[in-house]
């Protein structure tokens, strides 16, 4: 997986990247064909330069498997980095079990109308 990191409003420490990184290779398992032409881009960041209070910290998260057919995203707005990773990483996760469950959905799908046209296999 390729895993396009990007920082905004603040800098990025090697510490961040390698949980981002952490975070974002921990879907892997969701994504049934793994290659280098899964793309993931991660942008992590304030939303503003002057507050200090609040939900602060900002996640997105984009990843586009190509066997797929299309892309899935997050986002997450925290008060500290850290949750909001986790609060994107979970959202995220969540779509691509959809996605996932969606596809096997529709081979059992096919599979039962295969089963219903074909009477010497009952």
């Known amino acids: ?38 793309q993931a881009w991660v942008e992590v960041g304030r ?12 996640t997105e998260i984009q990843i586009h498997v190509p066997h797929y057919g299309k892309g899935v995203r997050a986002e997450a707005t925290e008060k500290t980095l850290n949750e909001a990773i986790d609060g994107a990483h979970d959202k995220i996760k969540l779509e691509l079990e959809k996605v996932k469950d969606r596809k096997i959905s529709l081979i059992r799908k096919g599979a039962r109308a295969i089963k219903k046209l074909v009477p010497f296999l009952k």
């Open 47 to 58: 939303t503003t330069n002057h507050h200090n209070k609040g939900d602060v910290y900002r």
């Open 1 to 38: 997986m390729n895993i396009n990191l990007k920082a905004t409003n603040f800098e990025l420490t090697p510490a961040i990247r390698e949980y981002a990184e952490k975070k974002v290779n921990g879907l892997e398992k969701f994504i049934r064909r793994m290659d280098e032409s899964v």
